[in-house]
């Protein structure tokens, strides 16, 4: 069994930043594909930014040049930098993580971004 845990989340003012950071712990050999995914309310479930265990990354458009993935594979942990906060970045953040194709998902942290 595989756990994320996700820390970092909290309440910042429009043009702040946050740094997000999920561990996972449990009996890894490897995992493919480490990202952060998003849900504000009323809203599904969306892709913010994924990382491959080579380092290849991908973004969602509405976060490129404000957010950045990176990822420590010897400690099997996935960072998200957000700056230039806007309030349209408010939700609830997931960890995920592809451990050959099955998915992982942690409890959640909150962002909260005011005017």
């Not at 429009?14 to 809203?43: E, F, H």
């Amino acid at each position: 069994q595989v756990q994320l845990v996700e820390s970092g989340g909290g309440l910042v003012q429009t043009g702040g930043s946050l740094r997000l950071s999920c561990a996972a712990s449990g009996t890894i050999r490897r995992i493919n594909v480490m990202g952060w995914y998003r849900q504000a309310p009323g809203k599904q479930r969306e892709l913010v930014a994924i990382i491959t265990s080579v380092g290849s990354t991908n973004y969602a458009d509405s976060v490129k040049g404000r957010f950045t993935i990176s990822r420590d594979n010897a400690k099997n942990t996935v960072h998200l930098q957000m700056n230039s906060l806007k309030s349209e970045d408010t939700a609830i953040y997931y960890c995920n993580a592809n451990i050959f194709g099955d998915n992982y998902w942690g409890q959640g942290t909150q962002v909260t971004v005011s005017s």
